[in-house]
């Protein structure tokens, strides 16, 4: 039977948040001690466990044919492989970060001066785009330290709260790109396993559109359905059952929680009441 080969970090915290949803969509996998590759029990399935860095070069041989990586390790390393699906955590910059005693106006301050960092190729194509000139110092790890010691005038490096900069005197002072964990495929990928690629995406996608979801049921006087119906479209409109009570409703809906609250507050306005909000785990559109 075909399986699946996906990579996926070996630690840290896109390990974590990869196992986490591989989790959340029914795939069960047994981590064993060490362990560096390993079968899913319910799924065509098996994980690879590779340094993040490694993964663009095992997506481009066909090694494996999928991987969860980070966007910004894939634009620096692989080229033209293709993003199947943006899985929205593990979220950070690649920014420029200067001295805080540096002073800044905009990137083209940084004209003839020396970057540190361990992304030459995306800090290249951003120069080319501004048309600058600069020297790139490559630095495989603690690039932060590189203005400290007079290495380097500038950094370009992965930003996610900035504690890290702060700890090193240093201020971020351009964002060159945002990533996030995406779902990538080899272009070697063949028939069998693009099906199941195929099968893995769904479920992700279902479990993403539910982490973006909200699960909304209020009771409303029948006077008011119209106007709250048009606060609450729904994927394709809300569900309205008759309320034990004459005159009063149930409303049922979908909403996005990111425009939660300012929903909320507008249902109050046209009567709702007793309004239930609940998680949602999956949605399969």
């Not at 994980?47 to 041989?61: A, E, Q, S, T």
């Not at 194509?125 to 048309?131: A, F, S």
């Not at 709260?161 to 090193?168: A, E, H």
């Not at 693009?194 to 909304?216: A, H, M, N, P, T």
Request: aromatic residues 4%; contains cysteine; proline residues 4%.
């Amino acid at each position: 039977m075909s399986k699946l080969k996906i990579a996926v970090q070996k630690t840290g915290r896109l390990h974590d948040d990869s196992m986490r949803i591989l989790n959340e969509i029914g795939v069960s996998i047994d981590n064993g001690k060490d362990q560096l590759k390993v079968a899913a029990r319910n799924f065509p399935l098996e994980v690879f466990y590779l340094r993040n860095g490694d993964i663009p070069h095992y997506l481009k041989d066909g090694v494996v044919d999928a991987a969860i990586i980070g966007e910004n390790v894939l634009i620096e390393k692989g080229g033209n492989l293709t993003i199947v699906e943006k899985l929205g955590f593990s979220r950070c910059k690649v920014s420029v970060a200067i001295p805080k005693s540096s002073k800044f106006k905009s990137i083209q301050d940084l004209e003839g001066k020396r970057i540190a960092t361990s992304y030459p190729n995306t800090v290249n194509q951003y120069l080319t785009k501004n048309n600058i000139n600069a020297n790139l110092h490559i630095i495989n790890g603690s690039v932060e330290i590189a203005p400290n010691i007079g290495l380097a005038d500038a950094i370009v490096d992965i930003v996610s709260s900035g504690s890290t900069l702060f700890k090193n005197n240093l201020k971020e002072v351009e964002v060159i790109l945002k990533s996030e964990a995406v779902l990538a495929a080899s272009p070697l990928i063949g028939k069998e396993q693009q099906e199941i690629l195929d099968r893995l995406q769904f479920r992700l996608q279902s479990v993403l559109k539910g982490r973006q979801s909200k699960y909304v049921l209020l009771n409303a006087p029948n006077d008011k359905i119209e106007d709250i119906i048009k606060i609450l479209p729904g994927m394709k409109s809300p569900t309205v059952l008759p309320l034990a009570e004459e005159g009063w409703s149930s409303v049922h809906s979908v909403i996005n929680k990111h425009e939660f609250w300012d929903i909320i507050d507008e249902l109050k306005r046209e009567g709702a009441q007793g309004i239930l909000v609940c998680p949602i785990e999956n949605m399969v559109l």
